[in-house]
């Protein structure tokens, strides 16, 4: 059973087309978050959601839309691609929305976007 | 600030021990993690340790706080092929109610026979 899953796997798209990248857990977590990992392998949060709220919201070009539909799901929109939006994207979820407990981070395999 | 540095490569021999560090600089951080991301995957939580304690052993795994100095590290004994990978330190912000993690850039390790 997967516990966090991101579709597609793989996305290769060219500029300015708008794209969506979907994740799911089966954890019965209450926070899901975005991540952006570049070439660089540099890992940034871009947002998280509690329980279909959004709580976190960093500073993301507007152009980037989360969505949850419930508590399971947190989708990604990007609207008007760019090259520099090119990376990995991973989902992941949490237990608790933090508060400053032990909260451990469960990732999905991550999307590689491609923008051409 | 936000922010998290770790070298950006090691090479150990196969069965030495590997020492991965970190800096941090939220000194109210609760929680500093070590997370492991293999090739094409996504990151899997390897460790932790609370702020209040210097030291934490699980198995091969020994972690490190300097709590004064802002400073972890991850000591891996005996390490296999299969530790190759690349390893993330992240420190837990409180910020707004809320709890986030700030990553570090990570650090590849290659274990060579």
């Known amino acids: 059973d997967t516990a966090v899953s991101q579709t597609p796997k793989y996305l290769v798209t060219q500029m300015g087309n708008d794209k969506s990248i979907k994740c799911e857990q089966n954890?019965?977590?209450?926070?899901m978050y975005w991540y952006k990992q570049d070439s660089k392998k540099f890992l940034k949060i871009m947002f998280s959601?509690?329980?279909?709220?959004?709580?976190i919201n960093e500073t993301v070009p507007n152009r980037f839309s989360p969505k949850s539909p419930d508590k399971a799901h947190l989708n990604l929109h990007i609207n008007s691609l760019e090259l520099g939006d090119s990376a990995v994207y991973f989902c992941?979820?949490?237990?608790?929305?933090?508060?400053?407990?032990?909260?451990?981070?469960?990732f999905g395999p991550g999307t590689r976007l491609t923008v051409l | 600030g936000e922010d998290v540095e770790q070298s950006l490569f090691l090479s150990v021999r196969e069965g030495d021990s590997s020492v991965i560090n970190c800096t941090y600089t939220?000194?109210?951080?609760?929680?500093l993690y070590w997370y492991k991301q293999e090739p094409g995957a996504g990151l899997q939580l390897l460790t932790y340790?609370?702020?209040?304690?210097d030291m934490k052993q699980d198995q091969r795994l020994t972690v490190l706080l300097n709590k004064k100095d802002k400073h972890l590290s991850l000591r891996i004994a005996d390490t296999q092929t299969g530790d190759s990978a690349i390893y993330f330190c992240?420190?837990?912000?409180?910020?707004?109610?809320?709890?986030?993690?700030?990553f570090g850039a990570g650090t590849r390790l290659a274990v060579h026979p």
């Open positions: 340790i609370f702020s209040n304690m």
């Open positions: 959601y509690n329980n279909k709220e959004l709580i």
């Open positions: 954890l019965g977590h209450d926070t």
């Open positions: 992240a420190e837990s912000i409180f910020s707004g109610g809320y709890n986030k993690l700030i």
């Open positions: 992941a979820s949490s237990p608790l929305p933090g508060g400053a407990g032990y909260n451990e981070q469960f």
């Open positions: 939220d000194s109210s951080s609760t929680y």
